[in-house]
């Protein structure tokens, strides 16, 4: 069965310092997300992305991030100076059309050091 | 923002006992999803529920999608130690995201 993939599963960074994010989403899938899930807590969404721009976004999401589908394929999330309280899991997930279910990643866990 | 409502937030079972959680919102909604996660994945679709009232099963779960839209119940038939995890629901905010409810976690005591 298809699957969404995301690299790596573990990234450890600096404060401070930039960090890319990469998923390779089911391929003919149209719809791309990514969720962020602090240690114990809920999955929380971060941005949707349809058809090459933003189509909605949440307060968590600040100018600190932006997100880019360079090809085809990958679609990543960059955080451009991290914190701290950026230590986090974060899922991509994807979707055919509008009204199924979305498909998740197994993440990338992200400690900011 | 949108808020999902799950209970129990935790529940220890015995192996073979059946469970029931459920999920709740303050506004409709006209999807909702119940997932599962294990430990260093990512969420597991389980169920997907597009109509109120409607009553979906997958093997040993099934889940119902309340009437008024506002909740949902996910049952486990003859729990087994793999069922261990946290179920979360989530609705589907009207094509925009999903938002998730803060999760039950399950264990399941042999």
């Keep these: 069965e298809p699957e969404v993939t995301q690299t790596p599963s573990h990234q450890v960074t600096q404060m401070g310092q930039e960090v890319i994010l990469r998923c390779v989403p089911i391929s003919n899938h149209l719809y791309f997300y990514w969720y962020r899930q602090i240690l114990g807590q809920k999955v929380e969404f971060l941005v949707s992305f349809y058809n090459n721009e933003i189509s909605e976004k949440s307060?968590?999401?600040?100018?600190?991030?932006?997100?880019?589908?360079?090809?085809g394929s990958n679609f990543t999330l960059k955080i451009r100076s991290t914190k701290l309280e950026d230590s986090a899991?974060?899922?991509?997930?994807?979707?055919?059309?509008?009204?199924?279910?979305?498909?998740?990643g197994d993440g990338t866990r992200l400690s900011i050091l | 923002g949108q808020q999902l409502n799950q209970s129990p937030q935790s529940m220890f079972i015995q192996e073979g006992e059946d469970v029931s959680m459920n999920c709740t919102s303050s506004?409709?909604?006209?999807?909702?999803?119940?997932?599962?996660?294990?430990?260093?994945?990512?969420?597991?679709?389980?169920?997907?529920l597009y109509k109120a009232g409607e009553l979906t099963s997958n093997g040993r779960l099934t889940a119902q999608f309340g009437i008024t839209r506002k909740d949902s119940f996910l049952n486990i038939s003859a729990s087994i130690p793999s069922d261990v995890g946290i179920y979360f629901c989530a609705v589907d905010?009207?094509?925009?995201?999903?938002?998730?409810g803060p999760g039950t976690r399950l264990s399941v005591l042999p």
């Design chain 1, 89 to 104: 899991m974060y899922f991509c997930a994807s979707r055919g059309l509008s009204n199924q279910p979305q498909h998740f």
């Design chain 2, 27 to 48: 506004s409709i909604f006209n999807t909702w999803l119940w997932y599962k996660q294990e430990p260093g994945e990512g969420p597991v679709l389980l169920i997907a």
């Design chain 1, 59 to 71: 307060e968590i999401f600040d100018d600190q991030f932006s997100v880019e589908r360079p090809d």
């Design chain 2, 93 to 100: 905010n009207y094509g925009q995201n999903f938002v998730f």
